[in-house]
């Protein structure tokens, strides 16, 4: 590791030895521009990190961090098409899928901006079509339902834009087959008429196993009715893999395709993002990725102390690594932003769960958090007992719009706004043994009742948070978002010195599970696995058997 980077890091955790814990209430009582300190904001979007356990020195020792780790440098050399994805000698490049207001973005010499558009157009033209009905099934009908089937990348993102941005969808209902489980895509054609179906084949590689499972399942579905003459009607595809979707058989005229330069997890800006095209329209979308690029655009530009992303991933830095923090909790005050915890799972943590440095030697200190969360206010009655009063501290990032899209329900979205407001606050102040004690003694209860009471009404308080405010969540204030987190996620990167853009993690269970096959069909031997695989397969054979 760069002795600059070490010595930094040095002062980080010296810094963090003399102030921690830090005093949330005390630094909010003794500074009232606190808030006005440490917030930042993009137009209508603002960040809030006042409640994390911050000060000046803490800013300003991350900040060179940054510097040490070479930030800014890595940040242009993304955005300039470098192959910064050093393990499969790629560059990243899903900036360009939204780099629709600049010039040229160069990939090994070459402007992709022109594929970009012309596959942009292409889209455009087949979601327009089947909206309009123009495009129909092979029994001249109009597609009422579109089915999706991939899986992470090729899933999560249009999964959870197209709940999001619900308020927006005016094209055909939409469907989501992921997983090879049959009860999944079983569950999502009962109901549908395969003569209004049109599917879509997602994957960037077009061998995901799960994947390609489902939609032989879906071409036969529909052969089953129609014939097999009619299934080219219903099915379309997106993927890197042109070769291997000619070979699967969907019609080339119906197939669109992106980059191996854009990595699944960040592809649902590419044709990737068709579903959501369908269900919102052409307009839609294209306000989605303009948020995306005045994402980017800050991001490119702002200086570190006044950018976004850089700060959401300093600060999600000290919380990992100097504070030792193992999780973050993603709260999205919005119910339709119900899918961004498992989004930002995948974004988050297939990019930022490694072992190895860029130069292969391991990692000196913790990578990518656990991250995990859901809406509130629902998760107050979860799992909130456990980040207000569990022996872990668990960061916590609010989202929450100031307006709602229920114009006839505002009573509905102040009492979401002020619960939101009030976990961050108790989460920061906490409550004393003596306001504890106060509280039950206001209540009437007798003092060895309150002695007895109080210490389990205590909170320890101190427990960092974020917010994130926008104003409402429509398509642009949605890209936005979606880019700060990508942002960050290759900011904490940086700094743990890691490739976040592969996932060779993902590959070893692949193998066993191609191996086991087999072994679960009957056809192989079980006996030279380890014995709980072995042992696992009898039972499971016993209890087919009955
Ligand atoms: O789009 P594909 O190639 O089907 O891959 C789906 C997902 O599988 C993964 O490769 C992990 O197994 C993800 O990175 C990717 O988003």
Partial sequence: MDTAFETALAALQEHRGKTAPMDMRAAFDSDPNRFA?????LDDLTLDYSRAAVDDETVGLLLKLAEAAGLEQARDDMFAGKHINITEDRAVLHTALRALSGGAVYNDGDDVMPDVRAVLEAMDAFADGVRSGAIHGATGKAFTD?????????DLGPVMVTRALSPYHDGPRLHYVSNVDGAHIADTLSGLDPETTLFIIASK????????????????????????????????????????????????????GFWDWVGGRYSLWSAIGLPIMIAL???DFRRLLAGAEAMDQHFKSAPLRENLPAILGLVGYWHRVVCDYPARAII???????????????????????GVRLDG????????????GEPGTNGQHAFFQL??????????????????????????HDLLVANCLAQAEALMKGRTLAEAEAQLLDKGFPEDEIRRIAPHRVFTGNRPSLTVLYRKLDPYALGRLIALYEHRVFVEAQLFGINAFDQWGVELGKELATELLPVVEGKADAADRDAATAGMVKRITALREG
């Fill in 361 to 372: 030697s391991p990692v000196i200190t913790p990578t990518g958090p656990l991250v995990w």
């Fill in 332 to 354: 999205p005050y919005d119910q339709r932003l119900e899918r961004l915890p498992a989004y930002l799972q995948q974004l988050d943590m297939e990019s930022n769960g490694k």
């Fill in 37 to 41: 300190r440490f917030s930042l904001a």
């Fill in 205 to 256: 590689t077009f061998t995901t196993i799960e994947t390609m499972t489902n939609a032989r399942t879906a071409q036969k579905w529909v052969a089953a009715k129609l014939g097999q003459s009619a299934t080219g009607d219903h099915f379309a595809a997106v993927s890197t893999a042109l070769d291997k979707v000619a070979e699967f058989g969907i019609d080339p005229a119906r197939v669109f």
């Fill in 387 to 412: 980040l207000h009063q569990g022996t872990d501290i668990i960061p916590v990032e609010f989202m929450l719009a100031a307006e709602g899209h229920e114009a006839g329900l505002q009573h509905h």
């Fill in 146 to 154: 579109v089915v999706n089937i991939g899986i992470g990348g090729s």
């Fill in 281 to 283: 329209g052409a307009d």
